[in-house]
């Protein structure tokens, strides 16, 4: 079982030197990734706990991998729809190769109507949309040419393709980590609510002839009990899920480095 934290890359512990801080901290406790989040209009009724200041997800992991030197950069989740893929795609190509190739591109088709109206993106496309752009993010890092719009070009650098993580519930998601990830990654680590969607991945795959996408699960884990961590920790490994994603809000980095530490003391030895 592998350990990642959320980073706050909204609110006020988003600052250059919080970021950094816990992105140091987390490396140095041994975790295997950090995971930052995704909005790109929050209206001013939805912004408790930001006050609608978020960073691109995509930037902010490129800023911090030139901060740390191994550990995880993960996505949880990149909205595609709100994205055009092209430039998507160079943005993913870019930080996969400046970071070693430690990025984790978690993504999904997104949910909030104000920012599918502030993108100017129909929100009913959004499944269409997404599946367009990882075809076309897998067609980049696999072909010497890609075409776009009827243009042949040259996809360069083109590092190793970062492992794909697919976000969402239901069987559009389960279908779509089959087609087109390596992994999916639910919200929410109760094995007794996972059981049953990761037989149907399992039930997917095998139809489609493909291996079963690991499952990387996101969730606030009850670090203030140990032992009950522990428990859920074992039963979700028992399962098959290969990872957890702990999220959970912070003031500062001193109460990060708290977080971190707790999550350190629960990674397998």
């Not at 959320?6 to 600052?15: A, D, F, I």
């Not at 939805?46 to 993960?74: F, H, K, N, Q, V």
């Not at 609510?193 to 079963?212: D, I």
Request: hydrophobic residues 45%; proline residues 8%; aromatic residues 6%.
């Amino acid at each position: 079982m592998k350990l990642g934290v959320v980073l706050r890359n909204m609110g006020p512990q988003s600052t250059r030197e919080i970021l950094t801080e816990c992105a140091v901290a987390a490396e140095r406790a041994g975790l295997a990734d950090v995971w930052v989040t995704d909005h790109i209009a929050i209206p001013p009724d939805d912004a408790e706990g930001s006050g609608g200041r978020y960073l691109d997800p995509l930037a902010t992991l490129a800023y911090l991998a030139g901060r740390t030197e191994r550990i995880g950069l993960g996505t949880a989740v990149l909205v595609l729809p709100y994205r055009p893929a092209l430039p998507t795609a160079k943005w993913v190509a870019t930080v996969q190769e400046l970071s070693g190739h430690r990025l984790r591109l978690g993504v999904a088709p997104g949910w909030m109507e104000p920012e599918f109206r502030a993108a100017g993106v129909e929100r009913r496309r959004r499944g269409a949309l997404t599946d367009e752009t990882l075809a076309f993010l897998h067609r980049c890092f696999r072909d010497d040419v890609v075409e776009s719009h009827g243009q042949p070009l040259l996809f360069r650098p083109r590092p190793p393709r970062p492992p794909i993580y697919i976000g969402g519930s239901g069987t559009h998601a389960l279908r779509r980590a089959v087609r087109f990830g390596d992994g999916w990654l639910p919200m929410g680590a109760d094995p007794a609510k996972l059981a049953a969607p990761m037989r149907q991945l399992a039930a997917l795959a095998a139809e489609a002839g493909v291996a079963t996408p690991t499952v990387v699960a996101m969730a606030r884990l009850p670090l203030a009990d140990a032992p009950r961590a522990c428990d859920q920790l074992d039963a979700l490994t028992e399962l098959g899920v290969t990872q957890v994603i702990h999220a959970d809000r912070y003031l500062d980095a001193e109460a990060f480095r708290s977080i971190a530490a707790r999550l350190a003391d629960l990674i397998p030895r």
